[in-house]
């Protein structure tokens, strides 16, 4: 008989948690992640097929209006969740020209400084974003009714899993070192490929 995997099994063998800053990552918020990427790639099918029904009922002069709305919802949260993850998996706009040629002391005051700026960024975010949300209450979307909150909500929602994920490199780092951390996507594949052996 099949035993199911708990949890921690399943992801310590899944490949879509992002490996290559494993030092800098709790691995339980990797969970998180995953569950992330998973409604992420819900809202990208969602935003798809809201498009796809949208234009072929236009065509065949039956609009339905609702549509438009259901596909700016499901691209808004995709957006910002999706900003979350790539923050996590260190895949997001980044200086790192400076950061990855400094070694020791300056390398943990730079990545320190950088990462008490996210973290200053997410935080204000986060709390204009909830103001932004509470009145959304008060406003409603022209087609369907619903608050605007239902669109607003994504942005607390990204500045908070954003702070958590920033705070976690930020303490990861200062226990293990930003050492060997990279943000260059062709260095990153060049460190796999080494740690795969030689490509044939």
């Given at each position: 008989?099949?035993?199911?995997?708990?949890?921690?099994?399943?992801?310590?063998?899944?490949?879509?948690?992002?490996?290559?800053?494993?030092?800098?990552?709790?691995?339980?918020?990797?969970?998180?992640?995953?569950?992330?990427?998973?409604?992420?790639?819900?809202?990208?099918?969602?935003?798809?097929?809201?498009?796809?029904?949208?234009?072929?009922?236009?065509?065949?002069?039956?609009?339905?209006?609702?549509?438009?709305?259901?596909?700016?919802?499901?691209?808004?949260?995709?957006?910002?969740?999706?900003?979350?993850?790539?923050?996590?998996?260190?895949?997001?706009?980044?200086?790192?020209?400076?950061?990855?040629s400094m070694a020791g002391r300056r390398?943990?005051?730079?990545?320190?400084?950088?990462?008490?700026?996210?973290?200053?960024?997410?935080?204000?975010?986060?709390?204009?974003?909830?103001?932004?949300?509470?009145?959304?209450?008060?406003?409603?979307?022209?087609?369907?009714?619903?608050?605007?909150?239902?669109?607003?909500?994504?942005?607390?929602?990204?500045?908070?899993?954003?702070?958590?994920?920033?705070?976690?490199?930020?303490?990861?780092?200062?226990?293990?070192?930003?050492?060997?951390?990279?943000?260059?996507?062709?260095?990153?594949?060049?460190?796999?490929?080494?740690?795969?052996?030689?490509?044939?």
């Open positions: 008989m099949t035993q199911v995997a708990t949890v921690a099994e399943f992801l310590a063998g899944n490949s879509l948690i992002s490996q290559e800053e494993r030092h800098l990552k709790v691995r339980a918020l990797d969970a998180v992640e995953l569950v992330l990427l998973c409604v992420c790639g819900l809202l990208l099918f969602t935003f798809t097929c809201t498009v796809l029904l949208d234009v072929l009922t236009r065509t065949l002069g039956a609009p339905w209006l609702w549509l438009q709305e259901a596909t700016l919802i499901a691209f808004v949260w995709g957006l910002f969740l999706g900003a979350a993850v790539a923050l996590r998996r260190n895949e997001h706009i980044y200086l790192t020209s400076v950061t990855t390398r943990l005051a730079m990545e320190t400084f950088n990462s008490l700026v996210m973290i200053g960024i997410t935080v204000t975010v986060a709390v204009t974003g909830f103001r932004v949300f509470q009145q959304g209450f008060g406003n409603l979307l022209p087609v369907t009714g619903l608050p605007l909150a239902y669109l607003t909500g994504a942005v607390p929602v990204f500045a908070v899993l954003s702070a958590v994920f920033a705070v976690e490199r930020l303490v990861k780092g200062w226990r293990t070192g930003f050492e060997g951390a990279t943000h260059d996507p062709r260095e990153q594949a060049l460190r796999a490929a080494e740690l795969d052996g030689p490509v044939s």
